[in-house]
């Protein structure tokens, strides 16, 4: 008896999927090796063992520190982390890029505005500006 031969069609989905397998086997593989390097270079840079890192993609991870977050991303070959802290106005998200211990102390105790409520803030000290104008021409 003669063993039934696979179809075109039939190959062409198999061996998809089979891709589809080994993209994700590499793309699993690349993502932890971001995250482990990640953790190597935040000791090296902040001089303190993240205590959680969250593997997100082959480029981005997210570390946890001294109830401090962190995003962490590779940009033009180099590792770029964000601390994410709340905007003191509205408790919003944001992220201020911080490289070392100094611009990690600085992002912490400057003052805290997302974009949102700066400009919100400009709106209001531009329309005062021009009350203001008005009043005396």
């Known amino acids: 008896m003669e063993k039934r031969k696979e179809r075109l069609i039939e190959k062409a989905l198999r061996t998809y999927r089979e891709h589809l397998e080994f993209r994700r086997e590499v793309e699993k593989k690349e993502t932890q ?17 993240p205590e959680m890192i969250t593997a997100v993609s082959p480029n981005e991870c997210h570390l946890e520190c001294d109830g401090l977050k962190f995003r962490a991303v590779m940009t033009r ?52 500006v021009s009350e203001k104008g008005e009043e005396e021409g």
Not at 92 to 113: D, F, I, M, P
């Open 33 to 49: 090796k971001f995250a482990e390097e990640a953790r190597r270079e935040f000791t090296r840079r902040f001089e303190t063992e």
């Open 77 to 128: 070959g180099d590792f770029r982390f964000y601390v994410l802290l709340k905007c003191e106005k509205c408790q919003r998200t944001t992220e201020k890029w911080v490289t070392s211990l100094l611009s990690l102390g600085e992002a912490l105790t400057e003052q805290c505005v997302c974009f949102e409520c700066r400009e919100v803030e400009l709106k209001s000290m531009m329309e005062a």
